[in-house]
């Protein structure tokens, strides 16, 4: 018997036991439709993990004191080991970063008039802001020839703004006092909301270095390196040109550990990438299961179909069939439920998916991979758990089989 | 006109149960020529149902020689015994084995689906000829339900022919009709072998369907008993007119 044939023969069969039929069907589709939809909130949320972190510039490279010699570790705040001497010879030599920022920063209060607010103080160079990605909805940065006086201006984040000035205040060219130095106010920053782990980025004053070093600080010390990178891509190859070059400034020998640790975005993102793959992976799997159930369910009924058919196999037989073509008959018939029942799978997949989007707000993505995977473990599923009974059914004795009760 | 269909000769088939062996045929031998209507008769353990099987190429000799149509058939592997009951053989059985809720003419297609040789127009064409040769063309979309046991039984005679096999073989094909159903069948079966020069063995215990039949073979403890020829077979459509009319009420 050729596919067409059997393809039909198999799909009237099921056609005659509709609801039987479904219900078979029912496993695959749930199992289906669940791991899509699974798969659709993991993607979706490693997605917007993604984002948000390239909002904070996926290029970005910290670099950060360490201690490398043996005894009491003190924090990396405390460790003197980074000055303006490096940001110098890494903007000198380095190839894979387009720009650098030194970053000394202090914790304190701020005074205006009569409110306060206890905030840090950030000081950086003006490209500090590209680095970080910041931008400034009202002022103007402060310049290089700020930096060179170590001028007294300063830039606000929200939430600053929202606690030292009343609705409808102007901040611009308005006074505050930091540790009692006055700063003026030349610029506010463009909200970013909480980062991926809750912080308030708007919690933020931002200053010239110089400023923060000199007037603030009183040190020679820096606490931070912000670098970008050229790209994304080239962050493992500017992590590895900084490491020399801080290296050799350092006058660390080869037997020697860095005092210093870089930190990359790229980084963060396969930690947070490897959480939420790792949670889609158990959903999934647990979705998976009920595939296998699914599975399970067309093998007992296909069981029970060759057994209920035993005659008209016997007859089928008698009349010229083959082992293979009976074979095929039971096989087709259990792929055809399973392929169905995938299809069916995929649709309630995928609508569930846009409900899940629209109704709760999760972010989704609807890969390919996910449908043509589902669909491809469905194919597997109809053969792997319709061949046995498939072939029970071809190895039946015609004259038994013309017999049977 | 005279060319053999069946070549049967020393035919033997033992079964193993547990530790006994059951001889069911102990030798048969005979032969049938193109056109006879041969009837095999016998009471149950005669080994009627193992001479059916075997000439139906179901199950295979354990001795002897079988040649149906000039070909060995202990030679055959099991797909090859399959096509050669798709090719050779046309099946009338007792209780009609019409698949369910299938139309008359689907389940007399069946038999061509399992031939690839033979293309849907073809195949459509060949049922509806077997059709209208027993009569049923106008109720080809009837499924089986729908039609009385006479016809369903006719539907599967249809089956058996649509294959043009060079043997019809019909197992107890009457048994489970009423008597004027039966002779309704049986004068079927004599217009297809006395018109179209159809082969046809016929297995029944029943003396008066052999009574139809041109020779008669007689089976008993799995020896051939008595190999009759029936010089002058009864009409079955003279005894259909002995009926009433209206029989049924």
Known sequence: ?405 | MDTKILDIYDLKREFKMGTETVRALKGITFDVSTGEFLTIMGSSGSGKTTMLNILGCLDKPTDGIYKLDGVDITTLSKDELARFRNTKIGFVFQAYNLLPRTSALENVELPLLYNNTIGAKERRERALHALESVKLADRMDHTPNQLSGGQQQRVAIARALVNEPVMILADEATGNLDTRTSYEIMSLMQELNQKDGKTIVFVTHEPDIAAFSSRTITLRDGRLQRDTINSNPRSAREALATFPETDDY
């Open chain 1, 1 to 405: 018997m050729n596919l067409v044939n059997l393809i039909r023969l198999a799909w009237r069969a099921l056609h005659r036991n509709k609801l039987r039929a479904f219900l078979t069907m029912l496993g695959i589709i749930i199992g289906v439709a669940s791991v899509i939809t699974m798969m659709s909130i993991g993607e979706g949320s490693k997605q917007s993990i993604q984002t948000s972190i390239s909002s904070m510039g996926s290029n970005m490279i910290t670099i950060m004191p360490s201690s490398n010699t043996p005894g009491v570790q003190m924090a990396g705040s405390n460790i003197h080991s980074l000055t303006l001497a490096d940001v110098k010879a890494l903007k000198k030599d380095a190839n894979y970063i387009t720009t650098i920022s030194p970053l000394a920063s202090s914790n304190g209060q701020v005074i205006k008039g009569a409110l306060n607010w206890s905030t840090t103080i950030q000081g950086a160079s003006p490209e500090y802001l590209e680095i970080r990605k910041l931008s400034l909805k009202d002022g103007i940065v402060f310049s290089e020839n700020d930096v060179r006086s170590s001028a007294k201006v300063c830039l606000l984040g929200q939430t600053v703004v929202d606690n030292l000035f009343a609705k409808g205040e102007d901040p611009i060219g308005k006074i505050i006092r930091f540790k009692k130095i006055p700063l003026q106010v030349i610029g506010i920053l463009v909200s970013k909301g909480q980062s991926n782990f809750g912080q308030d980025q708007d919690d933020i004053i931002i200053a010239p270095y110089t400023t923060v070093m000199k007037r603030i600080l009183a040190t020679t010390y820096i606490q931070d390196i912000y670098a970008s990178a050229t790209s994304e891509a080239e962050t493992d190859k500017a992590t590895d040109e900084i490491k020399t070059i801080l290296r050799e400034t350092h006058k660390i020998r080869a037997d020697q550990d860095d005092d210093f640790t870089i930190r990359t975005m790229a980084e963060l993102i396969k930690m947070l990438s490897s959480t939420t793959g790792m949670m889609t992976t158990l959903l999934t799997a647990v979705a998976g299961i009920s595939l296998v159930i699914g599975g399970i369910g067309i093998m007992n009924i296909m069981y029970v179909s060759v057994t209920e058919r035993t005659r008209e196999i016997g007859l089928r037989m008698s009349i010229g069939a083959r082992g293979v073509d009976i074979l095929m008959q039971f096989l087709i018939e259990a792929i055809l439920i399973s392929i169905t029942g995938g299809v069916i799978g995929v649709v309630l997949g995928v609508s569930s998916s846009l409900i899940v989007a629209s109704v709760l707000n999760w972010p989704t993505v609807i890969s390919e991979s996910s449908i043509i995977l589902s669909f491809i473990v469905c194919a597997f599923t109809g053969v792997f758990f319709g061949y046995y009974p498939a072939q029970k059914a071809s190895l039946l004795d015609p004259i038994e089989a013309l017999r049977y009760e």
